[in-house]
């Protein structure tokens, strides 16, 4: 089964602790069954990806 890079909406819940960068580019360390916030840059409503690393 391969890795899929889903996209989480602000307001979601964060499913993995770990860091999350969002559209603008900023990162964000964030804990399991956190809400995902808004934009650090723009606090607007964003998707924020998993960081592999």
């Known amino acids: 089964m391969k ?3 889903r996209e989480y909406r602000t307001g979601q819940g964060v499913p ?4 999350y960068m969002c559209q603008s ?3 964000a360390k964030l ?3 956190e809400k995902f916030p ?3 840059v723009s606090g607007n409503e964003t ?3 998993h960081e592999h690393s």
């Open 3 to 5: 890795q899929e890079y």
């Open 16 to 19: 993995v602790k770990g860091y």
């Open 25 to 27: 580019g900023e990162k």
């Open 31 to 33: 804990n399991k069954d």
């Open 38 to 40: 808004a934009c650090p």
């Open 47 to 49: 998707t924020w990806k």
